[in-house]
């Protein structure tokens, strides 16, 4: 049903240019810190060395401020679901999963500034500085106005002539978007122009299914460093954080 939804998105959104084989993004682990097992992580993004965390459940959605005098906790209402994160015009924006309810919170302190309203399901979400993009689940990704968060157009995300879907949180790196493909273990490199997936991010080896707890859900959670460039990840309930190097496959190293 998903792949039958997919090519039903690739006809709504027309013809689009061929996208070339995707290459590898390699990693360097540089290291790791310790994560709250409670935590279902749908969105990470750094606010200068403060890391930001979007955690969902309801009845147990919040943001998280992880300073290093101890975490900055905000709850959400139980009618919510947090999901995805991002640092943008000197605030947090929160994606909520159903409700089509987004949240703007300004931090020192940490305290919720407004409200909008969006159609359709929040999933993950980023920014190139002028406009935001949003994922739903779907293989297409939603460009939206920040003024008023209106969508001005969609982006169908493809590996070849294949849509992909189930594109979850989203993180800006490099000219492109990083987009954890929920239910695996692989980080898909967007041009944010084409929709093509021009690289894969394999973090299979990072934290093996071999030795995973059943408590331990899917990896989920992008965060790039503004300083190292270093890009961060955890998963729902991941009991780290690792902090990696990445080696694009043009070269070009962090």
């Not at 929709?195 to 299914?209: F, N, Q, S």
């Not at 990840?233 to 080696?247: Q, S």
Request: hydrophobic share 45%; charged share 25%; with cysteine.
């Amino acid at each position: 049903m998903q792949l039958i939804g997919a090519l039903l998105l690739a006809l709504l959104l027309g013809p689009a240019w061929a996208c070339e084989d995707p290459g590898a993004l390699e990693y360097r682990l540089i290291g790791s810190l310790p994560h709250d097992t409670r935590a279902f992580t749908q969105g990470l993004v750094f606010i200068d060395n403060t890391l930001a965390e979007s955690v969902g459940g309801y009845g147990e959605s919040a943001v998280i401020l992880h300073h290093p005098a101890g975490p900055e906790r905000l709850d959400l209402p139980a009618r919510l679901f947090g999901e995805g994160l991002t640092w943008f015009d000197e605030r947090l924006w929160q994606l909520s999963w159903r409700a089509g309810e987004l949240r703007l919170y300004r931090v020192a302190p940490l305290r919720l500034e407004r409200s909008l309203r969006y159609r359709g399901q929040g999933w993950g979400l980023t920014h190139d500085g002028s406009r935001l993009y949003l994922s739903d689940g779907s293989a297409a990704l939603s460009v939206r106005r920040p003024s008023d968060f209106a969508e001005e157009r969609r982006i169908l995300v493809r590996e070849g002539e294949r849509p992909v879907a189930r594109l979850n949180e989203l993180e800006w790196w490099r000219g492109s978007i990083l987009a954890n493909v929920w239910q695996t273990d692989r980080i898909a490199r967007i041009d944010p122009d084409s929709g093509c997936v021009t690289a894969w991010l394999d973090l299979a080896d990072l934290w093996p299914h071999a030795i995973r707890p059943p408590w331990a859900d899917v990896l989920n959670g992008i965060a790039v460093h503004p300083r190292t460039g270093h890009v961060w990840v955890t998963g729902k309930r991941w009991p780290r954080l690792y902090e990696l190097a990445l080696l694009t496959p043009e070269g070009v190293a962090p």
